[in-house]
């Protein structure tokens, strides 16, 4: 399952581009199948938009399983910066631990439609490129202090949800579907437990909204 | 809520009653939110062949008795919990609506509530959350089964959507409850 460096980053490059979306167009790569593109047919140049390319779920399960890759990359830095007090550090590491078997689990999905996981991210710079290009300014940047690296936490669980919620959105397979959704819940699971961290008995802030909507 | 342990009888009726009238309320306010008003004389079965409406159906009866649930509930707790509930039951609300919404989008009829709803014989504050959050989980497990069986890709964001922050509710009770509010990486509804 290792791959070059070169393809390693082209592939999560692509997978992510995809599960940024059109916020992110700029990154998007050419040559990838995205069945919300925009096309120009015949020589009237009339624009389309719609689901006219499909997408196999292999090339939908992809980007996801990228984006938690970059998710369990976060968090690791995050612990590894030692801000944390034990109680909030334990709490992260439990969260950690879960995405983590999210990986696990949508990664073997993953081979077993045929496809190849992206290699984990092993260095700040590679994940800082990604994370810019969703708009996190900074990227992992200087993480100083609890409140910003609980922040920036929460942002990621957002990416995950939107890369999930934009994969329920295309996958075809019922089994896949039942996945993601029991993914998307889990991480809306860990920005409410997050915000209590931040903001302790504040249900509005823990729980913002009644529809998970995520970023990305 | 005065005391930990109310009396049965008592609490069985002030349930009992608030329920259906909880029923009531929300059905009148489901049905303001929707495009359609609905009669008790409307048909509550959705036209044949249309698994989307039916599965979608199912779906709305168990929002139905989360909502009756979080109505009878919500004045008995006190504190984080009462604010919890009554923004959880909006969100049951606005969860209702939206299926109203796809279900009609489906060209079926939305089941009206129940007239009254069963909701046990919970003693004390306790045992309210653990009725709340095991109708969160069993409503959390039958959207996850009904994900797959839509077949419009925005439906099946949108029920994803409203499972996501329904776990997000089992979350806060479980807090409530001291109990671990992540339990498991896989949000299954019968964990």
């Known amino acids: ?21 059109s916020a992110s167009g700029a990154i998007a790569a050419p040559g990838v199948a995205r069945a919300d593109s925009t096309t120009t047919t015949g020589a009237t140049g009339t624009t389309t938009t719609g689901e006219s390319v499909a997408q196999s779920d ?33 709490a992260t590491e439990t969260i950690l631990n879960q995405e983590q078997a999210h990986i696990t689990k949508l990664s073997a999905e993953l081979v077993r439609l045929g496809g190849t996981p992206p290699t984990p991210f092993s260095k700040v710079s590679d994940a800082d490129e990604v994370l810019i290009a969703h708009h996190f300014p900074g990227g992992l940047g200087p993480l100083r202090n609890q409140h910003d690296c609980i922040i920036l936490l929460a ?14 959105s295309k996958l075809q397979t019922p089994r896949l579907l039942e996945l993601s959704t029991q993914v998307v819940a ?26 998970v909507r995520g970023t990305g | 809520m005065s005391s930990e342990d109310l009396a049965s009888a008592s609490r069985r009726g002030l349930l009992r009653a608030t329920g259906a009238a909880a029923v009531a309320g929300a059905a009148g306010l489901i049905a303001a939110c929707g495009s359609t008003s609905h ?4 048909t509550t079965v959705a036209a044949p062949g249309n698994a989307d409406a039916d599965a979608l159906n199912h779906a709305l009866d168990l929002k139905h ?33 939206a299926l109203i919404s796809l279900i009609q989008k489906a060209g079926g009829t939305p089941n009206p509530p129940q007239a009254s709803y069963q909701l046990g014989h919970p003693r ?3 045992a309210i959350l653990r009725l709340l959050d095991s109708a969160e989980d069993k409503m959390i497990a039958t959207f996850i089964d009904t994900v797959p069986a839509v077949t419009l890709p925005s439906a099946r964001t949108t029920l994803a959507s409203i499972v996501a922050n329904d776990a997000q509710h089992v979350s806060v009770l479980r807090l409530s409850l001291h109990e671990e509010p992540i339990p498991a990486p896989f949000v299954t509804g019968r964990e």
Do not use: C
């Open chain 1, 1 to 21: 399952m290792r791959l070059a460096p070169s393809t390693r980053r082209e592939l999560l490059w692509h997978g992510l581009a995809i599960a940024a979306g």
């Open chain 1, 58 to 90: 292999a090339e939908v399960l992809l980007p996801v399983v990228g984006t938690e890759m970059l998710g369990a990359f976060v968090y690791q830095q995050v612990l590894d910066a030692g801000v944390f007090t034990p109680h909030i550090q334990r």
């Open chain 1, 155 to 168: 942002r990621i669980e957002w990416l995950l949800e939107g890369a999930h919620l934009k994969a329920i």
């Open chain 1, 186 to 211: 889990n991480e809306a699971q860990h920005g409410t437990v997050l915000s209590e961290l931040l903001h302790p008995g504040d249900v509005d802030k823990a729980v913002p909204g009644p529809f």
């Open chain 2, 39 to 42: 009669s008790s004389s409307q």
């Open chain 2, 65 to 97: 008795y989360m909502i009756a649930a979080y109505t009878a509930a919500t004045p008995y707790l006190g504190g984080r919990a009462h604010a919890a509930g009554k923004k959880f039951l909006a969100e049951e609300l606005s969860h209702a609506s």
């Open chain 2, 124 to 126: 004390s504050r306790k």
